[in-house]
């Protein structure tokens, strides 16, 4: 069985998630523009989000009304929010 994604990473564009990611170098506005990275093909997939509510995760009352675990932990943790 193939294993699951790892890493979810939500960008405004697909250009500026492969450019975080490193899967692309350059810039699309100097001569020579935009080059693939040969040994990391990645996938973009289009997603729609509608958010309901956003919380601020540096302020502890909002870190306190999300659900524990350990994905949160880590999240708190990298922070230094721990």
């Given amino acids: 069985m193939a294993p699951a994604f790892e890493i979810l990473y939500l960008a405004e564009n697909p250009m500026v998630a492969l450019f975080e990611a490193r899967a692309l170098f350059g810039s699309p506005t100097t001569p020579g ?8 093909p990645l996938v973009t997939l289009p997603i729609l989000v509608s958010l309901g509510a956003i919380a ?8 306190s009304a999300l659900p524990h675990g350990k994905y949160v932990a880590v999240y708190q943790s990298a922070l230094g929010l721990t």
Avoid: E
Wanted: proline share 12%; aromatic share 0%; net charge positive.
């Fill in 56 to 63: 601020d995760s540096r302020l502890a009352r909002c870190r």
């Fill in 33 to 40: 523009g935009v080059v693939p990275h040969p040994n990391r």
